[in-house]
């Protein structure tokens, strides 16, 4: 009946139940894994440069791009 339900036990909704929260730090960025901005960018356009030096026949130069991109997304 509208108006009437009662709310089960246990099902209180606590804390943001809407869009995800922006990380304000460097250390809140890497630990949630969610990167902003250019920051989100940057590893996927080094990929593109890398591609681009591989088919290029330049893989001491993609070889270097990709190890970038290992620093930044913290594989090293």
């Not at 990380?23 to 590893?43: F, L, M, N, W, Y």
């Amino acid at each position: 009946m509208a108006g009437k339900q009662k709310q089960g036990v246990g099902t209180e909704t606590t804390g943001s139940t809407g869009t995800q929260t922006k990380a304000i730090s460097p250390h809140q960025e890497q630990v949630t894994g969610k990167r902003t901005g250019e920051s989100a960018d940057k590893p996927s356009k080094i990929l593109a440069e890398a591609r681009k030096m591989a088919q290029a026949g330049d893989e001491q130069g993609c070889m270097k791009k990709l190890a970038e991109i290992k620093g930044l997304i913290g594989e090293k």
